[in-house]
């Protein structure tokens, strides 16, 4: 799996960092599944070279614009590139998304000629499963924000396996039915009398890989437990520790509560996003982007910077 | 005034053509009006390095999201930059630009810390007068589209008067009363004896300027004496002559009619815009963008195809 961040800015897009979306590719199936969708989210799959038919499903953390303006105009567009054959596309996230595209639909008169399914987190709900397909489940956990927000875990069902193809090359095992048969970890008698176990032939991840995409929230101790483990941890750090009272004033994060989240919640690696345009170079303030890495990295040493268009290996 | 393209694309962004707006940049004020408002329009404006505060209206030309889904972001960030302090901004459209601006901003908790005026067409009427000041006016013309769709001209009311600061300085006439009493074509008694006629200090431009812009559209008859004398048109030509049957079914336009329009209208220059992807260099097409700019040439000489980020004088 690859993740590549569309948007890594907050509130406003600057000439560096749109507003908010990430993409996780699947490499085995082409397919994409979007978290968050800010104005010009469309825009920044293009200049990644992603098309809009590989998109699967969009996750949505809430409502706010930075995080949702680019939706109609990413539907509309992925509409017109693939027509009526464009598969079917899957929207999870609050409830108020559906009304949210229901009446753009309406108002601008826009039409989607594929089918949408919307599955929203019931009303009530603080934690839960909202997907689930063979190989991964989804859960979501509300988070602490003025809004309704939610981070979402994608979580590895089963270990991994993958059949070592080169090896039965090398020993002149012919393709076909025989892989077939060593794939699925069964003993094979070959006609020249050789007999092959096909355990040996498979090599074994034995770590379910999760990630955890959070979105717009000021420390949450449930996020601790939510969290526990993941090998990615991605956590907003709007405001530097400097100015934790505005942080905590507008429901947002520093750059050390992200990381005290994953170092309590013993995640492997934590990427600090949705970062202020008070930090970017061309302003005059004392505090620099660099100096919120630095601020996390004393606390949770494999803390990395979103940047936009950077593409990080799961 | 000079007017800078910003998205000059149809339908949907590509890497070279962003969906339509286009500011109109007052030199004197340094104020700016913008013409629809296309997703990712902010951003088109921060590589412009227009400033959000300075606009000060913005006029709609039709509900449709390639000329619309930019707007709450665009609204939204004008309140991040400039807080409280933002002026007031006016708003001109059809009637249903209301309702989505008060939906969005209902839905998505979105506030903007600054007036909002929104002056919308009355139902029933297919043109006239929209926003009038002391040397300009706008009107409005009801085209023909698939949703109510305009065209704006701006007027410029009276003939333009240019100070000959530079002859004044070199007849050593001292800076100050003197200048004024010149400007307003007094005639001046000077200590040292000579007598200046003001009107003698004064460039008259006879021209009042006028500028067309179009939204989505057919062939319009009326268009032709909306458009009359203009100085400037800026017109879609989103399908190909060769495809004519495309854009009269999609209630759009082609170079050919485009330029039709120009010529019966005895405008000085015609701009082509609302380009579709179709024709850009990455499609395998037959005809290319340079082809609808010969198609249009053939009936109008003077047309230019609009480019994103393209500036024009006028």
């Not at 991994?160 to 094979?188: C, S, T």
Request: net charge neutral; with cysteine.
């Amino acid at each position: 799996m690859k993740i590549i961040f569309l948007g890594t800015g907050s509130g406003m897009p600057t000439l560096e960092r749109n507003v908010s979306a990430l993409a996780l590719i699947f490499k085995e199936k082409n397919k994409i599944w979007l978290f968050d969708c800010g104005e010009g989210t469309q825009q920044q799959l293009q200049k990644a070279a992603l098309k809009l038919s590989r998109i699967e499903k969009i996750f949505i953390t809430h409502i706010h614009g930075d995080h949702t303006f680019g939706l109609p105009g990413l539907l509309a567009s992925r509409g017109l590139q693939g027509g009526k054959e464009a598969n079917k596309l899957q929207i999870f996230g609050p409830e108020i998304v559906e009304d949210y595209l229901n009446l753009i639909q309406d108002i601008t008169r826009t039409y989607f000629p594929y089918p949408i399914e919307i599955k929203t987190i019931p009303a009530d709900s603080t934690q839960g499963i909202i997907y689930e397909e063979e190989k991964f489940l989804v859960r979501y956990l509300k988070l602490f924000h003025n809004v309704k927000s939610f981070a979402y875990a994608v979580e590895e069902k089963k270990e991994r396996k993958h059949f070592l193809i080169e090896k039965a090359r090398q020993l002149n095992i012919p393709p076909g039915p025989v892989y077939r048969a060593l794939k699925n970890e069964d003993r094979v008698c070959l006609p020249d009398g050789r007999v092959l176990e096909g355990k040996d032939f498979i090599e074994k991840f034995a770590q379910k890989r999760k990630i955890v995409i959070c979105g717009d929230t000021y420390y949450s101790q449930e996020l601790v437990n939510f969290a526990q483990g993941a090998d990615l941890l991605i956590h907003e750090a709007t405001f530097s520790q400097k100015e934790e009272d505005l942080a905590q004033k507008n429901f947002h994060s520093t750059p050390v509560l992200a990381a005290k989240i994953a170092r309590e919640a013993g995640v492997k690696e934590l990427i600090l996003t949705h970062i202020s345009s008070r930090y970017n170079s061309r302003n005059k303030g004392e505090v620099k982007e660099e100096d919120l890495l630095k601020e996390a990295q004393e606390i949770f040493k494999d803390t990395f910077l979103a940047r936009d268009l950077m593409e990080f290996s799961i």
